[in-house]
């Protein structure tokens, strides 16, 4: 399937795409655009663990960690959501650790955040504590070093 003539060099990263292609059996034709999907009728009780996307529309008692991860307006999660990028349109109880996350104005969110970016739609509910994983400068110090 893959042929290497004796006089190319292989890069990193297409090594490394060789390598993931190899640990993915040959009958699955997985696409990165199509996410995971938990309809409105189902109810999981464990956690879901992915390097890809998830949709929730049902209700999740348990943890989840995935690349980006969208609560949808009847989704309901009870645990600890990890991500690069959170999207609430539904209920979610426990904890977010994302990068980014977003509350739609249908979001009811009783958790605690930990994030670098955060969007709050006007309309959405939310009861907990907000935390920045990195820390910005503040303008006040700045400005007090350009007029010292």
Do not use: H, W, Y
């Not at 696409?31 to 049902?58: C, F, N, R």
């Not at 009811?108 to 400068?137: E, H, M, W, Y």
Request: aromatic share 2%.
């Amino acid at each position: 399937m893959f042929s290497k003539s004796s006089g190319s060099t292989t890069s990193a990263s297409d090594q490394a795409l060789q390598k993931k292609a190899s640990n993915t059996a040959p009958t699955q034709n997985r696409s990165a655009a199509v996410p995971s999907l938990l309809s409105s009728d189902l109810i999981i009780t464990g956690d879901i663990k992915t390097d890809g996307e998830v949709q929730i529309d049902g209700r999740l008692d348990g943890n989840v960690i995935a690349g980006k991860i969208t609560v949808g307006e009847q989704g309901a999660v009870n645990g600890k959501i990890v991500g690069a990028l959170v999207m609430v349109r539904g209920k979610v109880s426990g904890k977010i650790d994302a990068m980014s996350i977003e509350l739609a104005e249908t979001a009811n969110v009783q958790a605690d955040l930990i994030q670098d970016k955060l969007v709050i739609a006007n309309g959405a509910f939310f009861d907990g504590k907000c935390t920045r994983k990195s820390s910005a400068p503040t303008p006040i110090k700045a400005a007090a070093k350009k007029t010292a």
